[in-house]
C-alpha cells in the first residue's frame, strides 16, 4: 500500500544532515551542473527553443524537485526524449523558435505539471503502466533516429527545412549535399571524437564542458561565423523573470494530444530511473504519487519562470549518484550553478557553434537505440518483439504522437488477448505427496479414477469466460474414461467478474446434467466472497468447496470406500466430512 504525500520529505533528510553529507552533495551538484549547462542548451534546441530556455530549466525545476521529491538522486532537467516529443507537436502549430512557439512550449510545461499533480491527487499514476517494456524500448529506439535525423542540419551545415516526416527531412538533405559545409561537419565529427576520446582515458572529465569551451575558442579565433558556420549567437544575460503563459481555450485543446504524450513518456521514464537507482539504497523508499508530485510542482514553478518541460535525465541521475550525492541538496547546488552560469557567463557563449551542441546530443541519445534488446526479444519471446518493431515502425514513419499511441493500443491489446486464453493445466497426484502438478511437465504425475482436475490461471472475467467453458466441455469430450468429479484449481483465479460468475454457474449446470460433480479448491478469501454473495456457493453446497484438492480426492475416495464396503451411508459420510472441511475453510 502507497504511504501517504508528505509534503516536503526532504525534512527526513536534514535531520541528521552534516558537513560531511554537504561535501558529498557539493562534489555531486558541480559536477551534475557542469554536465546540464551544455546539455540543457543542447536539448533547448532540440525542442526549438533558444538556447537561455534550457538554462532556465536548470533553475527553479530543481530546486521545487529538491523539495518535494522522493528520490534523492534523481537529477531533473531538460532531456532530449522530452524535447523531440514537444518539438514534434508544437512544430505544428508554430514555428520554432518564435516567441508564438516558445509560449507554447512553456505553456505545455504547465499543463504537464497539472496533469502529472492530478495523476498523484487521485492516485492514477498506474495508468503509466499501460506502456509496456517493448514499446517503450520501440518508440524510444524510434525517437533516437529522429533526433539524429533532427541535427543533420549542423552535421552537414545547411538548413534543413521542418518537415512533419523524418523521411523527408532525410530525403532533402540528401538533395541538397551540394550546399555541404565541411567545417561544420568537422567540428561536429571532431567532437564526437575527442569526447570519446577523453571518456576513454578519464571517465570523470567533464567532456561536454571541454568541448564548448574548446569550440568557443576556435569558432572565435578562426572567425568561422563568416565561413557559413552556424553558432548560438547572442544569449540573455541574468535570471529568468516571473512570467504567466498566455493561453484560450482553443490553444489548450491544440496541445492536449502533446501534453498527453509527454506526460506518459515523462513519468515512465522519470519513475523508472527514480526506482532503479533508489533499489540501490535501504535508507530510503520511491513514492510513486510523491514524485509525480513533485515533478508536476516543478514542471508548473518552471513554466512561470520560462523555463521549458523538465524530466528525469537517467545519465545525470547516474553521475550524480557516482559522484556521491545523499539528499536532494546536490540539485540544488546544481541549480545555484546554473545561477552564476546565468548571471555571468552567457556573453562567452555567443560564439558556440550548433556543431559543438549537435555533437552532445548525438552522443547523448546514442543509448536510445536499443538493439540488444531487440535482439533479446527475438530469441525469448516473438510476440513482444513484433509489439516493438511496429511501435518502432509507425513511431518513424509515422508522428511520434500516433507511435505513442500505437504502443498503448498494442500494450493492452497484448494483455487482453494474452488474458482472454490464459495457460490451463490438468492436475495429477505426485506419488506418496499431497501435491498435485502438470502432467504436461511431470510425467510421474497420477490422474485419480473418476476424476479430472483443472487449474486456471488466470483471473475469470468477461474476456476469458467463454474460453473457460468452452475449454471445460473440451476437456470432458478428450477424456477417455468416466468422469464422476470435477475440480476447478482456483489458487490463480485472483478475481472474479459478473461475465465470470456466469460462467462459473453455466459450467456448473453443464457438468449437473452429466451427473459429474464440480468442486472449487483452492479459492481465495475474495473469490469465496463473491461466490457467497452470488449464491453459487450455497447452490454448489458448501461441501464441495476446498482449501486444498488433497483434501477433496481423500473425502471422495472415502465415500467411494464407504459405498464399496456398505458401511456408513454416503449422506453421513458427507456430513461427517463437510464439519472437517468447514473448519479448514474458517
Not at 555571468?344 to 551542441?357: C, D, G, K, R, S
Not at 499431497?434 to 490422474?447: D, K, L, V, W
Not at 460468475?501 to 479459492?523: M, P, S
Not at 456398505?566 to 449422506?571: C, K, L, N, Q
Amino acid at each position: 500500500m502507497q504511504k501517504t504525500i508528505n509534503i516536503f520529505p526532504i525534512k527526513k533528510s536534514l535531520k541528521h544532515y552534516s558537513k560531511a553529507i554537504f561535501r558529498n552533495d557539493l562534489i555531486a551538484g558541480i559536477t551534475v551542473g557542469i554536465m546540464l549547462v551544455p546539455q540543457g542548451m543542447a536539448y533547448a534546441l532540440l525542442a526549438g527553443m533558444p538556447p537561455i530556455y534550457g538554462l532556465y530549466a536548470g533553475l527553479i525545476p530543481l530546486v521545487l524537485y529538491a523539495l518535494l521529491g522522493s528520490s534523492r538522486h534523481l537529477a531533473i532537467g531538460p532531456v532530449a526524449v522530452s524535447s523531440i516529443l514537444v518539438a514534434g507537436g508544437i512544430s505544428q502549430l508554430a514555428t520554432p523558435l518564435s516567441p508564438e512557439y516558445i509560449n507554447l512550449v512553456i505553456l505545455a510545461g504547465l499543463l504537464i505539471g497539472l496533469m502529472e499533480i492530478a495523476l498523484s491527487v487521485f492516485k492514477l499514476g498506474f495508468l503509466v503502466n499501460f506502456l509496456s517494456h517493448p514499446v517503450i524500448a520501440g518508440f524510444t529506439s524510434a525517437a533516437a533516429i529522429i533526433i539524429g535525423i533532427s541535427q543533420l542540419k549542423y552535421l552537414l551545415g545547411f538548413d534543413i527545412p521542418n518537415f512533419p516526416n523524418s523521411l523527408e527531412k532525410l530525403t532533402y538533405a540528401f538533395q541538397h549535399l551540394n550546399q555541404f559545409n565541411w567545417i561544420s561537419f568537422v567540428l561536429c565529427i571532431g567532437t564526437i571524437i575527442f569526447i570519446y576520446t577523453l571518456r576513454y582515458l578519464n571517465r570523470s572529465l567533464p567532456g561536454g564542458l571541454i568541448v564548448v569551451v574548446l569550440g568557443i575558442l576556435i569558432s572565435w579565433y578562426f572567425n568561422l561565423e563568416t565561413k557559413g558556420l552556424s553558432i548560438v549567437g547572442a544569449v540573455p544575460g541574468g535570471l529568468p523573470s516571473l512570467q504567466v503563459p498566455q493561453f484560450d481555450l482553443d490553444t489548450i485543446q491544440k496541445l492536449i494530444p502533446t501534453v498527453l504524450t509527454v506526460t506518459i513518456i515523462g513519468v515512465v521514464e522519470s519513475l523508472s530511473i527514480a526506482k532503479v537507482i533508489g533499489a540501490k539504497h535501504q535508507n530510503y523508499t520511491i513514492l510513486p504519487n510523491q514524485e509525480l508530485l513533485a515533478l508536476g510542482v516543478a514542471k508548473i514553478g518552471g513554466a512561470f519562470t520560462q523555463a521549458m518541460p523538465t524530466s528525469g535525465s537517467f545519465t545525470r541521475s547516474a553521475i550524480n549518484h557516482d559522484a556521491g550525492a545523499k539528499t536532494t541538496i546536490a540539485s540544488i547546488v546544481t541549480a545555484c550553478l546554473v545561477g552564476l552560469t546565468l548571471i555571468f557567463l552567457t556573453p562567452l557563449f555567443y560564439y558556440l557553434p550548433m556543431a559543438v551542441l549537435a555533437a552532445i546530443i548525438l552522443l547523448a541519445v546514442k543509448s536510445l537505440l536499443d538493439i540488444d534488446e531487440a535482439i533479446h526479444l527475438w530469441h525469448t519471446h516473438r510476440p513482444d518483439f513484433t509489439m516493438m518493431l511496429l511501435t518502432f515502425l509507425v513511431t518513424l514513419a509515422v508522428s511520434i504522437p500516433v507511435g505513442i499511441l500505437t504502443g498503448v493500443l498494442l500494450s493492452a491489446g497484448a494483455s487482453l488477448y494474452r488474458s482472454s486464453k490464459p495457460h490451463i493445466a490438468i492436475l495429477g497426484n505426485i506419488p506418496n505427496t499431497t501435491h498435485y502438478r502438470n502432467i504436461e511437465r511431470f510425467p510421474n504425475a497420477q490422474s485419480h479414477e473418476g476424476k479430472l482436475i483443472m487449474r486456471f490461471d488466470d483471473q475469470l472475467y468477461f474476456a476469458n469466460a467463454s474460453f473457460f467453458k468452452d475449454t471445460v466441455r473440451r476437456l470432458l469430450k478428450e477424456a477417455r474414461r468416466k468422469i464422476q468429479y470435477f475440480y476447478l484449481d482456483a489458487t490463480n483465479i485472483h478475481d472474479l467478474d459478473s461475465s465470470g460468475l456466469h460462467a462459473l454457474k453455466e459450467v456448473y449446470y453443464y457438468l449437473k446434467k452429466r451427473d459429474i460433480q464440480l468442486c472449487i479448491c483452492g479459492a481465495t478469501g475474495p473469490v469465496r466472497d463473491l461466490l457467497f454473495k452470488s449464491g453459487l456457493m450455497e447452490e454448489m453446497g458448501k461441501e464441495n468447496h476446498f482449501v486444498y484438492i488433497h483434501t477433496a480426492h481423500q473425502l471422495h475416495q472415502n465415500l467411494k470406500d464407504a459405498i464399496d464396503e456398505e458401511v456408513p451411508s454416503e449422506e453421513d459420510a458427507l456430513q461427517t466430512n463437510f464439519s472437517r472441511n468447514r473448519r479448514i475453510l474458517k
